[in-house]
Nanobody
Framework: QVQLVESGGGLVQAGDSLRVSCAVSGLTFSSWTMGWFRQASGKEREFVAAISGSEYSPLYADSVKGRFTIFRDNAKNTVYLQMNFLKPEDMAVYYC???????????????WGQGTQVTVSA
């Protein structure tokens, strides 16, 4: 049974930093691309960042480039999203996902976590 469990969300102020994590079990972690997506209230779920199993060429949404960093620890089966200089528009539920393709497209990801809320106050 594949499980993706996010943690680390919370309430922060604009300009603060936060790191969210996603612990994965039930699959060969290093063989899967891991992605982070987010969904703000009333909006579509959107791509944030992705990293391949070999950590080659991470992908980022333009809105987070230079502020967010995705990285993974294959020994711990965990992927992280370090978020710096948070803005109110970053407020959303953040989901991690596992896919076979190094992609920004939501439908390329097979497994999803339950999400963790990130709230950014102005």
């Amino acid at each position: 049974q594949v499980q993706l469990v996010e943690s680390g969300g919370g309430l922060v102020q604009a300009g603060d930093s936060l790191r969210v994590s996603c612990a994965v079990s039930g699959l060969t972690f290093s063989s899967w691309t891991m992605g982070w997506f987010r969904q703000a209230s009333g909006k579509e779920r959107e791509f944030v960042a992705a990293i391949s199993g070999s950590e080659y060429s991470p992908l980022y949404a333009d809105s987070v480039k230079g502020r967010f960093t995705i990285f993974r620890d294959n020994a711990k089966n965990t992927v992280y999203l370090q978020m710096n200089f948070l803005k109110p528009e970053d407020m959303a539920v953040y989901y991690c996902a596992a896919g076979r393709w190094h992609s920004t497209l939501r439908d390329r990801y097979t497994y999803w976590g339950q999400g963790t809320q990130v709230t950014v106050s102005a």
